[in-house]
C-alpha cells in the first residue's frame, strides 16, 4: 500500500516538473489565456524583412513578394533574415487572427510569448491551424508556415487544396503556394500536377478553385503541368473546362503547349468556343512569326465567325507589316462579310498601319460601313494628315449619313482648323 501511494506521488511529482518545452506548441498555444499569443522560428533561405512592416520571399529586399507596407523609405531599410514571429489572437479560445514579421526579433505589446520553437513544428501547427479555422485565420496561418526552415509542407497544402470544406480563399492560398515551393515541389512534380489536375477536372469543385488549378499547372517548373494539361484539354467532354484549360496553355511558352494550340486550332471537330479559345492563345505573348503565318492561312478555312474574328484580334495584337497588309486585304475583299471587314479596318491603326494606308482604303471604298470604319481609325489616330482627311471628308463627301458620322467625331476635337470648318457649317 505505502508503495503504491509513493509510485502515485512520485509520477505526480514528475508531472509537475515537467517542462513547458515538453508540451506540443498546440497544446502550449491552447492553455496560453485569451488574448495575443507569439512565438519565433527558423525562417528558411531567402526570407527576411524589417520585423515590423515588410517580407521578402525573394532572397534580398529588391526581389519577391513584399508583404505590407513598402515605399522607398523602406528599400533603405535592412532585410534581416529571420526569424520568423508570428502572434496569434485568441477569443473563447479560438484563433480570430494571424500576424506575421520576419526579421529583428520583438515582443507584441501584451502579448504572451512562448519563445523559439522549432521551424517544423511551427509549421505543422499552423497548417493544422489552417485545416481546422474557417475565414480569413485559416487562410493567413499558411503564409508563415511557408517561411519555416525545412519544413516538408507539401502533403498537408496538397490536402488542403482538395478540402471542399474548407473556404475558397484557404484552398486558394494552399494551391498557389504549391506552384512557389520550388524545392520540396521538384521532388514530387508529378504528384502536385496529379493532384491540381484531379482538381480541375472535378465539376462539382468551384470554378474559380479549378481555374487557378489550372494557372499553377501550367507554371510549375520544367513544365511538369503541361501534359496534364494537354491531356485535360484533349479528354474533356466539359466545353467549360476545355475552353479553360486551352486559355491556359496559351499563357505558356512551352513548346509542348504551342504545338498543341496549333493543332487544336486547326481541328474541325472542335466545339467552336474551344476552337477560338485554341486560336486566341496562339496570339498571345508568346506568338511568332511562324504562329502569323499560321493564322493567316487558317483564316479562309474558318466558317464560324467568332474564329474568324480571333484570327483578325490575334494578327492586330500582333501587328507587324506583314499582318498590315493582310488585314488590308481583308479590309478591301468584297467577298468578306461586312462585319469581317470592319474588324480588320478596326485594328489596322493598332496593328500599325499608316494614315496614308488608311486614306488609301477610304478613298478605295464605296461601301459606307467601310467608310465609317476608316473614319473611326482616322479619329483614332488623330494626326495632321488624319484630320485633314476627315476635314476633307466632312466638306466633299455625297453620302450625307457619312458626313454626318465624321462631323460627329470632329465635334469633339481642339483642333483650330477642324472649329472653323464647324462654325462655316453651322453659319450655313
Known sequence: ??????????????????????????????????????????????????????????PNSYVGSFYGTFDESVRREPCANGPVRVVLNRADRNVIDVKTYVGPADKTAGANDLGAVPAREAADFLLSLA?????????????????ADSAQVQPQLLTLARDQSRSRETRSSAISWLGRDGEERNAAGSRVASALAEIAKDATDNQQVRRQAMGVLSRLDRGDGIPALIEISRTTGDAWLAKQSMSTLANSGDPRARTYLRAAAGRTDLVDEVRTAAIRGIGHDYATSDDAAFLRSLYPKLSSETSREAVIESLVQMGGAENVRWLTGVAKDESATSRDR?????????AGASTADLVSLYDGTKDADAKGAIISALVQS????????????????????????????LSRSEDPRVKALLADLVER
Open 382 to 409: 488623330g494626326d495632321k494628315v488624319a484630320v485633314d482627311k476627315l476635314i476633307s471628308i466632312a466638306k466633299t463627301e455625297e453620302d450625307r449619313s457619312v458626313r454626318r458620322r465624321v462631323i460627329t467625331s
Open 342 to 350: 470592319r474588324r480588320a479596318l478596326g485594328g489596322l491603326v493598332r
Open 1 to 58: 500500500m505505502i508503495t503504491q501511494r509513493f509510485a502515485r506521488l512520485a509520477a505526480a511529482a514528475l508531472v509537475i516538473a515537467s517542462p513547458a518545452g515538453a508540451q506540443s506548441l498546440s497544446q502550449r498555444v491552447a492553455s496560453a489565456p485569451d488574448g495575443l499569443v507569439q512565438f519565433t522560428f527558423a525562417a528558411r533561405a531567402g526570407v527576411c524583412g524589417n520585423g515590423r512592416t515588410f517580407i521578402s520571399t525573394g
Open 131 to 147: 485545416s481546422k479555422t474557417d475565414g480569413r485565420p485559416g487562410r493567413d496561418a499558411i503564409f508563415p508556415a511557408m517561411l
